[in-house]
């Protein structure tokens, strides 16, 4: 019997530019084709690094080419932006892949907004770098114009730095809902979705933020009660020691274990640790529900429990 299983696709899948895009979504259309044909439910969250960054630098460029014609653009309409930009490329490719396998089934991409806390403490301590590079006068200029927080990078220059707050709740999640229960399969939580506070009589307003993709994929598969999180990234296996000579790969994890490695530092923040914490987390959301970190083409092996790290009770 096939599972509900929601996909979180890491930038490897999806490549840092249009071209590398178009070429990228098509492998990564077979490996979603794979579990489809294998009889599971299928619904896609994905990252936007590279995208969403080319999209707020574009527009930073034009806004700095006429201030007085091109107001600035806001970062959650940026990432509405990359939603449909990837939606687009991907949804064509996976569409075109079940044909090809004589799959007749509807993909659709759904633009995602994804409710935040406005007390979060992530807000105080902004540490996300966005958008180009600018000179010390034109951070302060954001500073004093805009309100931006900026740091210096590495020497390269000065950037924008937002918030990454945790998930809530999924805003669109009963349309979702009711598709992947119609039969279709659903890209939702493009680039950890559109981030959103709610404010008086119903109103959503966009954050400056941006939401970690493994972490909205976590809550999109918690509401969707999904049997399995698959979290791909660009090996095979979770590895402790990673690096070392004594790097040693893991095949399962209790969540007692990984808090344990968690807590010696063994997961790298902003790659390995979001993963491992989103795994975790909805590992331990339902009895019965795992987590599965792994390659993009590995991942039906690992649905098998053939290979990669998994992660339960």
């Known amino acids: 019997m096939g599972k509900r299983i929601v996909i979180a696709l890491g930038g490897n899948a999806l490549g840092n530019n249009l071209p590398e895009q178009m070429t990228a ?5 077979k490996a979603i084709a794979d579990l489809i044909e294998a ?5 896609i969250a994905h990252g936007n690094g590279p995208q969403v960054g080319m999209i707020q630098t574009a527009m930073a460029e034009l806004t700095r080419s006429d201030p007085e014609k091109y107001i600035p653009c ?4 940026c990432v509405a ?7 687009y490329d991907l949804q064509n490719s996976l569409r075109e892949e079940l044909l090809d396998r004589g799959i007749h089934k509807g993909v659709s991409t759904v633009l995602t907004q994804v409710q935040v806390d406005p007390d979060d403490p992530a807000f105080l301590n902004p540490t996300k770098p966005i958008g180009s590079f600018m000179t010390k006068a034109e951070a302060d200029k954001m500073v004093a114009e805009r309100g931006y927080q900026v740091i210096e990078d590495a020497g390269r220059g ?5 918030a990454s707050p945790r998930p809530q709740s999924i805003v669109e999640i009963e349309s979702i809902r009711d598709m992947v229960d119609a039969g279709l ?6 680039g950890g979705g559109i981030p959103v506070f709610a404010t008086e009589r119903h109103h959503l307003k966009g954050a400056a933020a941006v939401v970690d993709k493994d972490f909205a994929s976590c809550v999109l598969a918690q509401q969707l009660d999904a049997d399995c999180l698959v979290i791909l990234t660009a090996v095979e296996k979770v590895a402790i020691n990673f690096g070392k000579p004594n790097q040693s790969w893991l095949d399962t994890l209790t969540p007692e274990q990984a808090r344990s490695y968690m807590a010696e530092g063994q997961f790298a923040p902003g790659s390995m640790l979001p993963k491992v914490q989103a795994a975790v987390q909805f590992a331990e959301s339902k009895p019965g529900r795992s987590a599965l970190i792994t390659l993009l083409e590995k991942a039906r092996d690992g649905i098998s429990g053939k290979t ?5 009770l």
């Open 25 to 29: 979504v098509r492998e990564t259309a």
């Open 158 to 162: 000065y950037r924008r730095v937002v």
């Open 81 to 87: 932006m990359s939603q449909g930009y990837i939606g």
């Open 185 to 190: 399969v659903v890209i939702a939580c493009g």
């Open 74 to 77: 806001p970062l959650s309409v």
């Open 308 to 312: 990669g790290t998994s992660i339960t």
């Open 39 to 43: 009889g599971h439910e299928v619904v």
